[in-house]
């Protein structure tokens, strides 16, 4: 459609008012942009459909589409032809983890990471290749969100798939307008604040036909269930607010049980059905891993700038700053915001070929953060809970305890920060980082980074196998072979060594 344009805010909110089934302390939610479990998250999210719409921002946010509309999409959701390309999704990625200053893990961008590949890769998805195609141009149109749920749940997983079908996700049965699917999948996050739920199968093999799906669900299709885990931003209302948990209150991506009963998934919106080879292959073909790994090690550096701004300013206000200790694990948190800001910029400014002149980030460096950030996240955690101490929960019950006037002089004069640092501010930036790393939701987020691009085992094993893959293990093999190869028993074999064997008479034995 000529001159197409990204959904605003006030459209993208409007557009989760479709009757969706979400389930929340035993009741359903009617209206979840309204609810206190999800309205502040919707608005978080809203807030990033307005900025691609405000002229301040456009240079970075914003790029003309390229399916002949005419309009103009967030970079990150068109297929990526050079490192310049991937360079401006870095930009636009970045840009909007600040305005959740890197908590929204799984904002709009995220499954653009597969969305974008749809383009170039449309053939992959024979013969449901138009589906893709569809697709690609109404996801950079519009800017949809989708979430995903790829993982099976933890459910007699030594088992095969088609062993556990009354829980794992796989067609019922065909019908002239699509498949007719049944199954759960594990924690579908952020799904209440999204347009579609792209199912697929990952970390088990599959043997028959009925589980090879890879398809996009509409959050409101009939007999979809939206069971949601218990919600932090309601629970902050309740105990406390904005001041007490600035975090929880408004960027809690709701991490949902995914149930299809009896679920009519159209045609139109299946990519790959009943081919067995292909579901598994998509992993590896599909070039999620490589876009996902960059959008996340981005999203990641933004994040750890946030969490380094915030340990230093409650170091500065605990009076320990200059300790040298202290100051050599600030050094540490830096090094791994650094460390992640590199893997960004070598995966977009080396990227790899790949199918009809596209490019993708290079996945030596995606695979790499994979890795680190299971090391990264924990270690920079620790490090806060060392360094600030028990400052992190030397701090009143809520904002309401300052409007007492029977504790609020004791507040002022025992509570306040170093260097003349008032009370409530003190208190205000301590919540903020204890929300960050104590409360439930700050839990959350370190089980997130750890595990939510593959567990500990598969990161490490996927690094392995990509190079096996590759024959880079045999070249780094021949490389030390080439050492190996220049000496034997009897001394050096290259000509320009000398093993001077004639100084072994002054051995001295």
């Not at 921002?57 to 991937?86: E, I, N, Q």
Request: with cysteine.
């Amino acid at each position: 459609m000529a001159g197409s344009r990204p959904l605003t805010g006030d459209e993208y909110v409007e557009s989760l008012r479709d009757g969706r089934e979400v389930y929340l302390y035993g009741e359903r939610v009617e209206d979840p942009t309204r609810h206190p479990a999800f309205r502040n998250p919707v608005a978080m999210t809203a807030r990033l459909y307005d900025a691609l719409h405000d002229p301040a921002r456009r240079d970075v946010l914003t790029r003309p589409t390229d399916t002949g509309s005419g309009g103009y999409t967030h970079p990150f959701f068109t297929t990526p032809r050079s490192a310049d390309d991937l360079v401006a999704a870095q930009g636009a990625i970045a840009e909007w983890a600040r305005l959740s200053y890197g908590w929204m893990g799984r904002s709009p961008d995220y499954k653009a990471a597969f969305l974008s590949t749809l383009g170039a890769n449309a053939d992959f998805y024979r013969p449901f290749e138009e589906n893709a195609r569809r697709w690609y141009a109404e996801a950079q149109e519009k800017v949809l969100y989708l979430n995903h749920a790829i993982v099976h749940p933890p459910v007699d997983r030594t088992r095969p798939p088609d062993e556990v079908a009354d829980v794992f996700v796989h067609v019922v049965r065909e019908t002239d307008a699509g498949v007719v699917i049944s199954g759960a999948k594990v924690v579908a996050t952020g799904s209440v604040l999204t347009h579609f739920s792209f199912i697929a199968h990952y970390g088990l093999p599959i043997r028959k036909k009925e589980f090879a799906l890879v398809a996009a669900v509409p959050m409101a299709a009939p007999g979809v269930k939206l069971i949601c885990r218990t919600s932090y931003t309601a629970s902050s209302a309740v105990m406390g607010g904005p001041f007490d948990y600035p975090l929880s209150s408004r960027l809690d991506e709701n991490d949902t049980i995914l149930v299809f009963d009896e679920v009519l998934v159209p045609w139109e919106n299946v990519f790959v059905y009943g081919d067995v080879g292909r579901s598994q292959l998509f992993t590896g073909q599909s070039g999620f891993l490589e876009q996902g790994t960059f959008h996340s090690c981005t999203r990641l550096a933004v994040k750890l700038e946030f969490i380094a701004g915030l340990l230093v300013k409650a170091l500065e206000i605990n009076g320990t700053d200059g300790f040298r200790g202290v100051q050599a694990r600030v050094g540490e948190v830096l090094a791994w915001r650094n460390l992640f800001w590199a893997l960004s910029d070598a995966a977009a400014r080396n990227p790899v070929p790949w199918r009809n002149g596209a490019v993708l980030p290079n996945p030596r460096y995606g695979l790499a953060y994979r890795w680190f950030m299971q090391q990264a996240y924990p270690a920079v955690r620790q490090n806060i809970l060392k360094d600030v101490a028990s400052g992190l929960i030397y701090v009143n019950s809520s904002a309401d305890d300052f409007a007492n006037p029977d504790v609020r002089g004791y507040l002022d004069r025992y509570l306040r920060g170093s260097g003349g640092v008032e009370a409530q501010d003190r208190v205000k930036l301590m919540k903020l980082l204890w929300d960050a790393v104590g409360t439930e939701f700050g839990s959350r987020h370190e089980l997130y980074e750890l595990n939510h691009f593959g567990n500990h085992e598969t990161t490490r094993v996927d690094l392995l196998t990509a190079q096996l893959a590759s024959g880079e293990i045999d070249g780094y093999k021949a490389f030390a072979e080439r050492c190996m190869a220049e000496y034997d028993l009897d001394g050096w074999t290259a000509p320009d060594l000398d093993s001077f064997r004639e100084l072994r008479k002054f051995r001295d034995f």
